[in-house]
């Protein structure tokens, strides 16, 4: 299906409840269902993101004191970026020179969750039956 009808989708999916998010490393997936509550109605959606090559979550919280929360209940925005939406790098790596190509990755998935955020690199996305095969984003 054409990307140009993928970012509508996404988009309608903001402001919406997280049910339930289930990451399956073996099977290089992540999925999440989604309930979106309209004035006269409410919408089930299932995302799956398949061929996920990285993922990572950053949480907002400022106050390093304080233990890190993640509240992935909410789903305030997602979004598709065709050419990523910068380079993520392995935290192992402590001398930039020393990168190499398997060590950066380029999500082009951004999801803004209630206090976080989680960055994903895949291949394809499906949104209940429609599949979009949107390809990695070139380094």
Do not use: H, W
Not at 19 to 27: A, F, L, R, S, V
Not at 81 to 105: H, R, T
Request: glycine fraction near 2%; hydrophobic fraction near 35%; include cysteine.
């Amino acid at each position: 299906m054409s990307t140009s009808k993928l970012k509508p989708l996404l988009n309608n999916l903001s402001q919406s409840i997280i049910k339930k998010m289930d990451i399956n490393i073996p099977k290089d997936m992540i999925s999440i269902d989604i309930k979106k509550e309209n004035p006269d109605s409410c919408d089930e959606y299932k995302v799956v993101f398949e061929e996920v090559f990285s993922f990572y979550f950053v949480n907002e919280n400022t106050n390093l004191v304080k233990k890190a929360y993640f509240d992935c209940t909410k789903l305030t925005s997602i979004g598709y970026y065709e050419n990523g939406i910068g380079e993520f790098a392995n935290a192992d790596v402590s001398d930039i020179e020393e990168l190499k190509a398997e060590d950066v990755s380029l999500p082009n998935f951004a999801l803004e969750l209630k206090n976080s955020s989680m960055f994903i690199e895949a291949r394809s996305i499906k949104i209940n039956d429609k599949k979009f095969k949107v390809g990695y984003p070139n380094i």
